[in-house]
């Protein structure tokens, strides 16, 4: 295949709208989506079976298969059991580092009027604020998979809401005979409370309302297809979700020190996930432009999955960019605001600063992307089609709700009356101001 190198400033409308449109495809399944649901909130287990049988082609027994987990850890290699445990471990410390602290201070009361001296507006008041921070009781964590194996979704998901204190976690992840043992290894490390063999939008409705054997959780998470993600939109609102994720994409920004073939390399990588997947290089120099599109055309056709990884670098979301100065590609990956941003580039750090829209970032020739899906301990559920620009990944915060809390002693909400009670009576809303009145033994409010 060949890939041809577009300069930035000639894009055209409808190849600027391919590229910053970026579209997960929820809408062409939503309405068979709907059904989906529907039928699973109606008829629980036996909807879920009959879904399984349909688009899985398996017959279920057991939708609960959470014993399974622990006898696949102690059946898998060696070698993978060593990955999965040092992965785990190292997401497991970057989320650590994540969690937030309750707190409680004193502020200091200023009396509301304007002709008081300003140590007159000093008071002795006790006016105690603070914030707590509190788990979610029950989660579900959607994990691709059946017949293949995705350990890193199932460490990606549960961590961290084991490390929020989640009481119970739950994964669904499609049917087979048998479940990927490796993925089943992973939820036993990773320390889920049950798992269940259910896929699909049938799995997202499940966890969302529940059924006879699945329980009903708070919130769903977790990457999956277009059905997935068009089942989150459906149930959000009963539920709470992560965030509507649509194919694989990456962003590389490069100079003119960039190795061609790293950056290729990644391109490829990405490519390999979806033929709908988003990757796009843009660069400054021409010279390289013109290497990393041969490199990688070359390193597409020696691709075990080929077909795929050709189809996502030929789509209208991919390609190679060439910018008219760095200063372009910077504004060009601002906009684009990545799921993947990797930046390889003599002063990265300089262009790092200047760039806020991006769900994570690959700094220097020695960390792709591999690095952050699998093993670095950041976590690779991420916000795409410019979901960047809005919120950010997953993360503890995801399973984490907070409360704020105060404490006002008679001086506090001494000073502070003044104000409650005029802004309460401008709103109209004198049941307010004699809220505060009646603790004072004001009533000088009172049936006016």
């Not at 190795?259 to 490519?271: F, H, I, R, S, T």
Request: some cysteine.
């Amino acid at each position: 295949m060949n890939l041809d190198v577009r300069e930035v400033a000639e894009l055209s409308p409808d190849e600027r709208a391919s590229l910053f449109e970026r579209d997960a495809g929820v809408a062409d399944v939503r309405g068979d989506v709907r059904d989906i649901v529907s039928r699973v909130r109606e008829e629980g287990d036996v909807a879920v079976r009959e879904f399984c049988r349909e688009f899985d082609g398996v017959e279920v027994g057991n939708i609960d298969v959470t014993d399974a987990a622990e006898r696949a850890f102690d059946e898998i290699d060696d070698d993978v059991r060593e990955a999965i445990e040092t992965a785990a471990e190292n997401v497991r410390e970057f989320h650590e580092r994540q969690m937030p602290e309750d707190w409680r201070e004193s502020f200091e009361s200023r009396v509301s009027d304007a002709n008081a001296t300003s140590e007159e507006q000093r008071s002795s008041g006790s006016r105690e604020l603070g914030r707590r921070f509190r788990p979610l009781e029950r989660v579900g964590v959607y994990v691709p998979g059946g017949t293949a194996a995705y350990p890193s979704s199932v460490l990606m998901g549960v961590i961290p809401a084991k490390v929020a204190g989640v009481e119970h976690v739950a994964v669904a992840t499609p049917p087979a005979e048998p479940i990927h043992p490796v993925t089943l290894a992973a939820v036993h490390v990773a320390d889920a409370d049950a798992v269940y063999s259910v896929g699909g939008a049938q799995a997202v409705s499940a966890l969302a309302y529940g059924t006879e054997t699945v329980k009903a959780v708070q919130k769903v998470v977790g990457p999956g297809n277009r059905w997935v993600t068009a089942a989150k939109a459906e149930v959000r609102g009963d539920v709470d979700i992560d965030f509507l994720a649509g194919p694989s994409e990456i962003l590389v920004v490069a100079d003119e020190t960039a190795n061609p073939e790293y950056v290729a390399a990644d391109l490829v990588a990405q490519a390999e996930h979806d033929p709908n997947a988003s990757v796009v290089a843009v660069t400054a120099d021409a010279e390289l432009a013109a290497e990393i599109a041969d490199a990688a055309a070359a390193r597409a056709a020696d691709a075990e999955r080929a077909d795929v990884v050709e189809d996502a670098l030929s789509n209208d979301a991919s390609g190679v960019l060439l910018a008219r100065s760095m200063s372009e590609a910077v504004l060009f990956a601002e906009e684009y605001a990545a799921e993947h941003l990797s930046i390889q580039a003599d002063d990265d750090e300089a262009l790092l600063d200047r760039i806020s829209n991006a769900g994570s970032v690959f700094l220097g020739p020695y960390t792709p992307v591999a690095a952050g899906d699998y093993a670095s301990g950041t976590n690779h559920v991420l916000p795409t089609s410019g979901g960047a620009k809005r919120y950010g990944g997953l993360s503890v915060d995801t399973f984490l709700r907070s409360s704020t809390v105060q404490r006002l002693d008679e001086d506090a909400l001494s000073d502070l009356s003044p104000t409650i009670t005029t802004l309460a009576e401008a709103e109209g809303l004198g049941a307010h101001a004699e809220s505060v009145r009646t603790r004072l033994g004001d009533d000088s409010g009172a049936g006016e």
